[in-house]
């Protein structure tokens, strides 16, 4: 299996639902990212996970909480989110966080009312 | 902020016809990095080029890297249709253990 697969590819919710994002891959990677893309503008990193633990948070707000169960698993956890974190969120790994390509999954389309 | 400003922000050719697009950065790089992007899907990762590295190929791809200048470019070769989509260039400077920094990108149109 040579793919980042992630689930839903579309969610809608409101402001005051909790929802989570997934992300699996089973290509052995030990680091897996988020990142934030909005319309017509560059991915934008959020967390590193190396080893299942959180290496990197880029200033991320609280509301967005990151999980790593497992090596082959990360979550996005969404709370009382505002319409301005509408956007595309990826989720990319690589064999470890120092290798330089990172695979994407598609994405999940959010759309916060 | 991000590291990379790409330009053109779009470009639109005719299959057949060669698309150049540039990026440039800021800081030092240990490597810069080409994806592409098809409409609101992931990134597929291109070709990497090292900073000691001058130019590189792989297919209808060539990208070269000026260090002096902080600038990259990425030629497309007799362009297809299925090219049509947003290419990013993306850095990794010496600390930045993890992080993919990307250029503001740029739309490329291929007509048939």
């Known amino acids: 299996d040579t793919e980042v697969t992630q689930t839903p590819k579309h969610l809608v919710m409101g402001m005051t639902n909790k929802k989570s994002l997934k992300c699996e891959q089973h290509?052995?990677?030990?680091?897996m990212y988020w990142y934030k893309q909005k319309a017509k503008k560059p991915p934008e990193l959020m967390f590193v996970?190396?080893?299942?633990?959180?290496?990197i948070n880029e200033s991320v707000p609280s509301r967005f909480s990151p999980e790593c169960p497992n090596s082959s698993l990360l979550n996005l956890h969404l709370h009382a989110l505002q319409p301005e974190d509408s956007a595309l969120y990826l989720c990319?790994?690589?064999?470890?966080?120092?290798?330089?390509?990172?695979?994407f999954g598609p994405g999940t389309r959010l759309t916060v009312l | 902020s991000q590291q990379g400003e790409e330009d053109p922000q779009a470009l639109s050719i005719q299959e057949g016809e060669n698309a150049t697009m540039n990026c440039s950065y800021k800081?030092?790089?240990?490597?810069l990095q080409w994806y592409r992007q098809n409409s609101g899907r992931g990134l597929v990762h291109l070709i990497l080029?090292?900073?000691?590295?001058r130019e590189k190929h792989s297919g209808r791809l060539r990208v070269t890297l000026d260090t002096s200048k902080k600038s990259s470019s990425l030629l497309i070769t007799a362009s297809r249709a299925a090219d049509t989509a947003s290419y990013f260039c993306?850095?990794?400077?010496?600390?930045?253990?993890?992080?993919?920094?990307f250029g503001q990108g740029t739309i490329l149109t291929v007509h048939p």
């Open positions: 990319a790994s690589s064999p470890t966080a120092t290798y330089n390509e990172q695979f």
């Open positions: 290509m052995g990677h030990r680091a």
């Open positions: 080029i090292r900073s000691n590295e």
């Open positions: 993306a850095t990794r400077g010496g600390t930045s253990y993890g992080k993919l920094t």
């Open positions: 800081t030092s790089i240990n490597n």
């Open positions: 996970y190396s080893y299942e633990k959180l290496s």
